[in-house]
């Protein structure tokens, strides 16, 4: 009887009208620190001043940058990521038109800002030949021949590199970075950044280049781990 009351082009207010007290299930979290939240059911439309919020993880680079102080808990439900299976798209495209409907924030929003800040100008690295080598390597791994868009990669180094978030125009956090993908020059050609040492950044350049290149790497019989590992050994004499 209540949602008649409600028109239909308004979802999200009938089910508001509806299930005025709905929960939804949140991950613990944000962060690592002792402040962070527990594993909640929390209230999806408490008007409190301050209460915090359910969100959905969208964005990994956002969510590892999340702090309690924000007013956002990550949630553990209506979470499923995009699939070539059938089955799991459907649920991820059920997902998608709850989250749509019941005004749920996302991290992926353009109106949370994720900057990076360097410090120090970039300088071209001895190693770009050696980055070069790797990627001729995965490639081969994979049973590809070497496109232009990773053969055209410069490795970059810089004093340091931040990543800050910033919420809803609010104060912003910021979090220590050591590797990061740059622009492209006039001549088309991509960068990647480091700040460190080789056993600072190898990790983070290890993912950039997994998450960039996710095709190549679901192409290889196996993880290349052994060709990953080169990525310490860029600065070697």
Known sequence: EESKKVPLKDPKLALKRLVPNLKLFCKEGPGLSKDRFPARWLALWDKEAGAVKPMLNDDSEKAAMLTPAQGYQLLGVLDHPESRFPSLARLEAKDRVLIQTLGIA???????????????????????????????????????????????????????????????????????????????N???????????????YATELEELVEAKFETLFRACPSRPTKVLRLLRHLENE
């Open 186 to 200: 006039s001549q088309g050609e991509g960068a990647l950044l480091v700040a460190g040492d080789p056993d600072d």
């Open 106 to 184: 996302r991290l992926g929003d353009s109106a949370l800002q994720l900057r990076t800040r360097i410090t120090g100008t970039p300088k071209l690295m001895a190693g770009t030949s050696r980055l070069k080598v790797v990627f001729r390597l995965l490639w081969r791994s994979a049973g590809r021949v070497l496109k232009d868009e990773a053969n055209d990669i410069r490795l970059l180094k810089c004093d340091a590199i931040c990543r800050e978030l910033e919420v809803n125009g609010g104060s912003s956090t910021g979090m220590e970075a050591f590797a990061v993908w740059g622009d492209a």
